[in-house]
């Protein structure tokens, strides 16, 4: 059958069969235990969601996001839509255009006119500028309930070296972490809902958000409002680490929090050779160096990862001459909040004490602009099903996989501290092509093969979940 049921009996319904004499007037006892024992066989014999789980009427229900007769038709529909040869050529020539000409954080004027322009060509409106660069679209009724699909769009500071037809033609600037992919990836699950918007049983908001590389783009999109009224959020991340077409993603925490550090050690300067008439920063630099890295070694739990790198050190300018001042910064990060602000306030003791033994004064920021702090990305556990069943459906089971926990951060995390939601990673890693450079790499390269895949899987999860909760909703 088509749609979920539940067999239930009204409490008036319940009163009349509780009457025993009253019951015996119209049936024996017999033929109302057949007739209990026929309706459970019943009930036991519809097919139920993916899995074939029970379905329990709580925020369980939209745990399992497919019927049994209509996951396979909306996997035909939506794998065939995005592989269609046309659609394919089009995510791969908006995503090549979007990498010929990458922007920095909220520069993104030229991706967000091409975005816009797509829109438009679809029929679908939107909202623009957010949060400066930003583009917000919505796809569906219009109606609640509302589900939300991300895309990042800004690239980075870095010269492309891979030597590619489409190359960067902006020297010093790079896609180098595969927004121009996720970009055009969600313009096609743009268009392959707007293909199926008379059937959405809700609305889809597409979010194309600036500066994710900054760290500030999804808290400026969220103070735009963004959020208002969205039920839950998914995003994608296309990753070298696994193959082309491999889906994998984790429940709860999932990537690390990020904070990032600058202390300014101030001490005296003098002439080298007369060292006991300066207060040397240096020193007290360098044993703030070391002194930070026992507390990974010998103060935190081995199975509960943290990380601490100093990556600045800058000091002085001549050979012969204590400076005044030396700097150091770097990055600090854990899986949980309380793991993450235990470590930021031990960082601040160690470089404060080791200032101290070498008589320094010292100033540290942790709310640097260039580099803002991020919490950890901790996935809902019931979107995660719901995601990790949408994976199953468009890769299929054995491409779809449990995540090890990963340090590196993802400003995604912001939206999961608002609304329920799932981050996922699929696999671009190709070395025929030479696709096995990490992120920021300026050999970085991807697959475009992973387009129709990215499409597809954005396009189910927001069509399923909407069809879910409306399920949910009626039943």
């Known amino acids: 059958m088509g749609y979920l049921i539940s067999i239930r009996m009204d409490k008036e319904i319940l009163i009349a069969l509780g009457s025993i004499s009253n019951f015996k007037k119209m049936i024996n006892l017999q033929v109302l235990l057949i007739v209990l024992v026929l309706i459970s066989s019943l009930s036991a014999a519809i097919p139920l969601c993916l899995g074939f789980q029970p379905a329990t009427f709580s925020d369980n229900c939209c745990l399992n996001p497919f019927l049994a007769d209509k996951n396979a038709s909306l996997k035909d529909c939506v794998i065939g839509l995005a592989n269609e040869p046309e659609m394919v050529e089009w995510m791969r020539k908006i995503r090549r255009e979007i990498h010929k000409n990458p922007e920095l954080a909220y520069e993104e004027l030229a991706t967000s006119s091409l975005v816009r322009r797509e829109l438009e060509e679809m029929g679908i409106k939107y909202r623009w500028p957010v949060a400066k660069t930003g583009v917000v679209a919505a796809v569906g009724s219009g109606s609640p309930p509302f589900v939300a699909l991300r895309a990042d769009m800004d690239a980075l500071p870095i010269q492309e070296l ?106 005296k300067g003098g002439h080298a050779a007369a060292p006991q008439e300066s207060i040397d920063p240096i020193l007290a630099a360098a044993t703030s160096i070391i002194s930070l890295q026992h507390i990974i070694s010998r103060e935190t739990d081995p199975l509960d990862s943290q990380v601490v790198s100093v990556s600045v050190v800058q000091a002085g300018t001549s050979y012969n001459v204590i400076p005044e001042s030396a700097t150091i910064a770097g990055t600090y990060r854990a899986f949980g909040w309380k793991g993450f602000h235990d470590l930021r306030e031990r960082l601040e003791e160690v470089i404060k004490a080791q200032a101290a033994v070498h008589r320094c004064s010292v100033k540290i920021d942790f709310d640097g602009k260039e580099h803002p702090t991020l919490p950890p990305t901790v996935n809902d556990e019931r979107i995660y099903e719901h995601a990790r069943q949408v994976s199953n459906l468009i890769v299929g089971e054995e491409n779809t996989k449990v995540a090890t926990i990963f340090t590196g951060s993802e400003d995604f995390a912001s939206y999961l501290e608002k609304i329920p939601g799932s981050f996922l990673l699929l696999g671009i890693r190709n070395e025929k092509i030479g696709a096995i450079y990490p992120p920021h790499s300026p050999y970085y390269t991807i697959d475009e093969d992973v387009l129709p895949i ?22």
């Open 162 to 267: 891979a030597d590619l037809e489409h190359k960067s033609q902006v020297d010093g600037k790079m896609h180098a972490c595969g927004h121009d992919a996720h970009t055009s990836m969600l313009l096609g699950a743009a268009r392959i809902l707007k293909e199926l918007e008379s059937s959405l049983q809700g609305t889809v908001i597409l979010i194309f958000q600036p500066a994710e590389e900054r760290g500030e783009g999804a808290k400026d999109m969220i103070k735009e409002g963004v959020l208002k009224d969205v039920d839950a959020i998914f995003g994608v991340h296309i990753i070298h680490k696994f193959p082309i077409g491999v889906a994998a993603s984790r429940p709860g925490q999932f990537l690390a929090g990020c904070g990032s550090f600058k202390a300014i050690i101030k001490g």
């Open 454 to 475: 990215g499409a597809a899987l954005h396009t189910t999860f927001a069509y399923s979940y909407l069809r879910n909760l409306s399920m949910c909703s009626n039943s």
